[in-house]
Antibody
Framework: QVLLVQSGAEVKKPGASVNISCKASGYSFTGYNLHWVRQAPGQGLEWMGWTGGTIYAQKFQGRVTMTRDTSISTAYMELSGLTSDDTAIYYC??????????????????WGQGTTVTVSS | SSELTQDPAVSVALGQTVRITCQGDSLRSYYANWHQRKPGQAPVLVMYGPHKRPSGIPDRFSGSSSGNTASLTITGARAEDEGDYYCNSRDNTGNYYFFGTGTKVTVL
C-alpha cells in the first residue's frame, strides 16, 4: 500500500520558518518525485512546487526549499518568512504521469494526510 | 496561459447526473487529473488520463477531454459524492503544475 505520512501540526509566529516532513512507504521512493500543495482556509488547492528539478511556483520562490533524504524515504518542505497568509493545510503528493497513445497526463496521485500550519502572534 | 478554470458550484439531485468542467490552454496538450476533497480529509484522485479510474473509485465517475476542456461526470450521484472537485495539470513549459479553481458539488 502506497502511503505518505506527514509530520504533525505546527504553530508558528510571524517571521518564523516551518519544516514539514513527508515519509513515503509502499513504493520505490527514488522512482517518483513529490509535489507540495497547500490549502488556505476557504481557498482552493495551490501548487507550491516539486522535487523534479526542484521547481517552485513563482509565488514561493526565495521562501521555500524542498529536499529529499532517499536513505529514509522522506521529503521535506521548508517555508520561511511566515505570515498569517501562510496559515493553511500543507500536503505532499506523489507525482503521477503517463501516456495513452495520444496525449500525456501529468499530476499527482497519492496524497499525504496533510499538516496544519497556523501562523499567529 | 497556465490557469485552469472551473465553475464554482453545481448541484445535482440524488441519483441524477452532473458534469464538472475544467478549461485551460494547457489542456490542449495534456490531460487533466481530477481530485475530490471532502471536509476534513485529504484530496483523493478520482480520474486521470482522461477516463481512467484509480482502484476503488466507483464506475459512476467518468472523464473526457476535448480541446481546452476536461470534464468529470458523475452518473447516478450519491450523497457521498458531495465535496470539492479540482482538476490538475501542468503548463506547457513542463515545469509548473496547477490546480483548477475548484467546483463544490452538492447532492440534493
Amino acid at each position: 500500500q502506497v502511503l505518505l505520512v506527514q509530520s504533525g501540526a505546527e504553530v508558528k509566529k510571524p517571521g518564523a520558518s516551518v519544516n514539514i516532513s513527508c515519509k513515503a512507504s509502499g513504493y520505490s521512493f527514488t522512482g517518483y518525485n513529490l509535489h507540495w500543495v497547500r490549502q488556505a482556509p476557504g481557498q482552493g488547492l495551490e501548487w507550491m512546487g516539486w522535487t523534479g528539478g526542484t521547481i517552485y511556483a513563482q509565488k514561493f520562490q526565495g521562501r521555500v526549499t524542498m529536499t529529499r533524504d532517499t536513505s529514509i524515504s522522506t521529503a521535506y518542505m521548508e517555508l520561511s518568512g511566515l505570515t498569517s497568509d501562510d496559515t493553511a493545510i500543507y500536503y505532499c503528493a506523489r507525482d503521477h504521469r503517463g501516456y495513452d497513445g495520444k496525449q500525456y497526463y501529468y499530476g499527482v496521485d497519492v496524497w499525504g494526510q496533510g499538516t496544519t500550519v497556523t501562523v499567529s502572534s | 496561459s497556465s490557469e485552469l478554470t472551473q465553475d464554482p458550484a453545481v448541484s445535482v439531485a440524488l441519483g441524477q447526473t452532473v458534469r464538472i468542467t475544467c478549461q485551460g490552454d494547457s489542456l490542449r496538450s495534456y490531460y487533466a487529473n481530477w481530485h475530490q476533497r471532502k471536509p476534513g480529509q485529504a484530496p483523493v484522485l478520482v480520474m486521470y488520463g482522461p477516463h481512467k479510474r484509480p482502484s476503488g473509485i466507483p464506475d459512476r465517475f467518468s472523464g473526457s477531454s476535448s480541446g481546452n476542456t476536461a470534464s468529470l461526470t458523475i452518473t447516478g450521484a450519491r450523497a457521498e459524492d458531495e465535496g470539492d472537485y479540482y482538476c490538475n495539470s501542468r503548463d506547457n513549459t513542463g515545469n509548473y503544475y496547477f490546480f483548477g479553481t475548484g467546483t463544490k458539488v452538492t447532492v440534493l
